[in-house]
Every structure is written in structure tokens, then in C-alpha cells.
């Protein structure tokens, strides 16, 4: 699961977990060039978004989409997951995966095609180099910038009893207790992408000294020039302006025939609309708001298309011990009364244009997959008047506009991720909406870096509220079983903690027979967390990405409903 941003760009959202998966970028000039292969192809970022972090693993500041998106260009995945959330073993460093009936002893397999930059294959001790860091990096005294924000997420990795290379090419996981297979393989082995020993290793077997190493240098580009497996080298980064890329020749997969990819910084939507008309851009999106101009587009030979990524969009509410406001919305009728008076619809047509479905729980209906249950996840009218009589049942009584009870009083500040329209937009509407039942709440507006910063942090108290961000479910954890979001211990959580939760979400990891009971539980965990608004649900926008008249397969290989969009299959004429 990554973080993504909310601004409609690309994927939907933006900058800060709700654009996943459209806001592709190309650059390229807008004269229709030869028809060789070769070409520019930059992928406009959304609004005022950097790439900050260069190797595969992460903490939870730096977990977003846009991270992922050059990460996943210089490092080849163990596991590789296409659109219908299958295993693509051809795109994967492991060939394969074997493991028994108890769900206790896995054998992943290394394919020998895949080689780092200088020529050298990719072995086990990478992978083993990658287990090692990561344990040390979970670790409950994890060196700064530390715990890696996938600790405890698919029994990554305080639930494996050990780990063996057998030789080269095979290493053998074994688990504490018993684990759903799939859920193993999607949440836990996902995680686990091969580092580069060779380069990285500077510590030895001293794992807490090299997480800190790691740590150290992650933020800097050319750590990731260093070797790449993946797709792409990484050549040049220069913060708030490009990130310049070139194709590997020595990579084991679809080589790409771009002559270069550049992720190309966006100060605001108007830059990015900016850019796409002057053909700077030649893949990036526009935001629901500018489409009365998009003929401006389509007349120079633009493609506009939608596509929805799996995720979910919310408002965060800070339950973490040190909010002063977390005694008031640990209080499920809170949550209830500020659910009611978000007007989802109303988002939906006038924000999002249409382009947008409503969501009322972990799972979006769309794109459609088998873990959606509609009766798992019934609507929740927009009802003002239910949701302020929902507080004075509860003895709130409105004082100079403000809801009052004792000493309390819901009088919060909202932090929305700053440089996207329609964000602000949907801050003023819930902030508008709030006032009629009494609910104050004061915008400040935040770069997108900054925002999830601020939300990760247990002990910043200067919010209360955070719009403009969801999660998508592609890394760390795949399977959208919320132990990342949702559960007492979940790294990327705001402090909301229910032991009932705990078990529903505990229940999906086990064994179980069939697909039938599996899904059979996942539906006890769906139905609960809707109800219980561990988060406010919002609307799950659809991307609008636009692509140059000279871009192949921008739309096919978009990859919208994982996020991870496959640019070296795409082509520029």
C-alpha cells in the first residue's frame, strides 16, 4: 500500500496518496515525428510532488506513489502483480514460489535472467542482503529514519522463524505459525525487492549499522546510479524540476525503446495543463476542473481517458494519544455525524465532473475486483440533519456556532495537501457542510511532502483533520486485508485502534481451505471497518490522464488499478 496525493491529476489524485495511477507524464515535442522508435517520454508528476527517496525499501514519510514510480524503473520486483492482481512471473526476479500445505515453509526461486548493470546476476544474496536490512530497519530501536514502513505487515518480518539461501538462485522462508499462502506471497515475499549487496553492503553482518547507512544515503539520487536490475538507470535528478532516466541494455525483461524517461516536477495543475499544451509534457492529466478547456487538447491530437486505481480515498482524523481531539473521535458517533455531513455526491458531479465513484469502505467499486462486496459496504446518505441530531443525542449543544460538551469543543484544524484545485475544493465543500452542524474547522494548506510528514508523525498535534490523500493497495502490502491501515499497530494509521478489528483483520491472514472461506472472512473484516470509519470514506476519482499524439500504449500499459504503471512498454513515434 502506498500513499498517494488527492490531486485529480493522473490516477485520480495528486499529492498525497490520491493519485495513483493516471497522472503519467511524456515529454516530448508535439511535432509528429518519425515513426522510429526512440523518444522522449516524461511523466509530469502531480503538483508540487518530488521523488525523495531512491532505494526499494522505505519508511513511512517517504512511502508514496511517485517514489514507487522510480524505484520500480531501477529495481526489478521480486513479485510483480499486473491489473488482474496475478503474479506476472515473466516481469518477477523469483521464477516461481513454492510452498506447503500448513502455509509454514516457502521456496522462492531466483530467475537467472535478471543481471545488475555492471553485468553481474542478481542472487540470493541480494535478496538475503534485502531480508537482513529490512529486519534490522523493523527493529523496535531501528537507527533514524527508521522503522521501515512495512514492519508487521504480512509477518514481515517478526513473524519468519528464519531464512536460508539454499544456493544461488533459491532461499527458503520459514514462518512462525501458519499463514495464508497468497496472503504470505502478496503482502509479505512482495516486499522483499533485491538490493544490490555488492554496492550497498558497507557494514558487513553489522545489519543495524547498515540500515543506518541506508537510511543515510536514500535520499540522495545517486545512490540509485549506482547498479540497477530494473528497466531504466537513473542519469540526473534535480528536485522541484526532473528526474531523468535512459534505458538499462542489460535489463532481463521488455527493454524499452525510449531513448529517455523524464518524471517531470509540476508546480500546479495550470503548470501541467500549461505544459501538455505547449508539448513539453506529452503524457501527464488534467484535473477535473480544467475539462471545459480540453478541446485546447484534443485539437493538437491529445487522448484524454479515465482509469481508477484499487484504493481508498479519506479524511484522516489524528487519534494518536497525544491529539487533544482523539477523545472526541474515538467516539464512533463522531465519526458517524461527520460521515453523514460529507457530501459525496456532490463531489462526485460538481468536483470530480463525473469522472469519480462514491466509496463507503476499504474498497472502491471501482475498478471492480473479487474483494469488493456491495452489501459489505452499504451507503451512507449525506443527511446534515441526522448527523447534528446524531451529536445533541450525545449532549453536544451548540455554542457560538461551535459544537460544546464540558470542555470539548469541534474546533479543528484541516490540513489538505496545497497546489491542486480540486482538493481545496473539496476541503471548502466538507468545511462548509461541517459549519451547518457545528463542526468549525480552520484549511491550512500544505505541500504534499510535508502533509504526509505531518500525518505520519504520532506526536504532531497542530492537526486534527487531513484531506487529500489515500492509499493505494500496491506495496507493502498487496492484499487489501487493512492490517497497514486499519489495525492497533498499523504504521500507516492516524491512531485509531479497535481489538475487534484486530482479530476480523488477524482472521484473514490464516490458512483456509478455499477461496470461498477465505473470502468468507475478508468479508466480516470489509463489513466492520466500513462501519466503524477508521477514516471518513470520500469518493474514489478516476485519474484523467492525457498522452501526446506521438505516445504508444500510454493507456494499455497505465496499469491503473495496481499504480504501477509499465513505461518501458511504452513507446513514443
Known sequence: MKLRSLSLAAAAVAVSMAAMAASYGASSSRVA?????????????????????????????????????LQDQIYQPLIYLNDSYNIVWANSVASKITYNAAGTVYHVYLNPKWKWSNGTPVTSKDLMFTWNVVKAASASKAPLPWPFVGAGTGEIPFGVKSVVPNNLHEVTFTLDKPANQQWFIYNGLIQLTPMPAQAFDVKGSNWTAEAKYLGSI??????????????????????????????????GGHKATVSKLIFAYEASDTAEFAALRSGTVNFGYIDPSQLGASKSLTAVGDTIFPGYSLGVFWTEMNMWPASPAKSIFDQLYVRQALQESTNQPAMVKDLYKGYGVAQYGPLPSTPLTKFYDAKAEPVMPYNLTKAKKLLTSHGWKEVNGVMTKGSQKM???????????????????????????????????????????????KTNTSWQLAVGSGWDYNGPGWMPTGGQLFSSTAPSGTGYANAHENALIAATHKPYPTQAAFMKAFDQYEAYTAAQLPFLWLPNPAGIDVAGPTVVGAKTYANFTTGDPGFNFMSVK
Open 33 to 69: 515525428a518519425s515513426t522510429s522508435t526512440g523518444g522522449t517520454l516524461t511523466v509530469a508528476l502531480p503538483p508540487a510532488t518530488n521523488i525523495s527517496w531512491y532505494i526499494p525499501i522505505t519508511n513511512a514519510s517517504n512511502d508514496s506513489v511517485y517514489n514507487g514510480w
Open 218 to 251: 536514500a535520499t540522495n539520487p545517486t545512490t540509485a546510479e549506482k547498479l540497477s536490475d530494473g528497466p531504466f538507470l537513473l542519469k540526473s535528478a534535480t528536485p522541484s524540476q526532473e528526474w531523468v532516466l535512459t534505458p538499462n541494455p542489460d535489463y
Open 411 to 457: 474546533n479543528f484544524t484541516m490540513i489538505y495537501v496545497s497546489g491542486d484545485e480540486t482538493t481545496l475544493q473539496q476541503a471548502e465543500l466538507m468545511q462548509a457542510d461541517w459549519e451547518k452542524i457545528g463542526i468549525k474547522t480552520t484549511l491550512k494548506g500544505e505541500p504534499f511532502d510535508t502533509f504526509i510528514s505531518m500525518t505520519s508523525d
